[in-house]
């Protein structure tokens, strides 16, 4: 029993590592107005950054297709693969999840086993990175997929920026309303994000 590892550029995974366990990434389209570019394969996350600081309308981003799915499972198939362990971003992010597992029941060349990361980012790269160095060791899905689940019940990530201008672009004014008083005032807020809580809170360099 041969099995693959796909995940998306949601993880942020290191190429050079998803090689080496031969996972296989595949790209999140971003949309500026009406140009569309492929996460890390035709804008680098340095491209990103400067176009969101130059640009007035924020971007929005489309999830992998199911068409962008099955052209990876023919290929693997065809490397003769016979399963494919499939860890995307969070189902409290994207639809992608429902999508695939709705899909996953007409593929017939691979058994597909779609993996809801509940999470994103160094959280989805952990849970590849966990699954691709367990198939390389020759398991399985039957093996591969409780240690998945155990990994992503002990796993919590925290964010903090440092500016919360991008957020207040599509965010209500109401939504946060000490935003206005602080930077009146002059204090600088930062926001705070837990995976385990999806609110977001404020604070202050003084609090």
Known sequence: ?????????ASYLDPV???QYNITVLPITIIFGTQEYHDGVDITSQEFLKKLAETDKLPT???????????????????GY???????LSSGITSFYENLVAYSRQVTNIKVYPFDSKIASAGEADLCLLAGKVAENGEN???????????RDSIHVSLVVDS???LSRFLHHQRFGTNGLLSEQGIRPRSWYHDRDPRIYQFTDDS
């Open 141 to 151: 899905a039957d093996v591969i997929i409780p240690k998945l689940e155990q990994l």
């Open 61 to 79: 981003t489309a999830q992998v297709t199911m068409a962008q799915m099955q052209e990876a499972f023919d290929t693997l198939a065809d490397k």
């Open 17 to 19: 590592v998803a090689a």
């Open 164 to 166: 919360l201008d991008h």
């Open 1 to 9: 029993m041969k099995t693959a590892v796909i995940t998306d550029s």
């Open 82 to 88: 016979d399963e494919a362990i499939c860890v995307n």
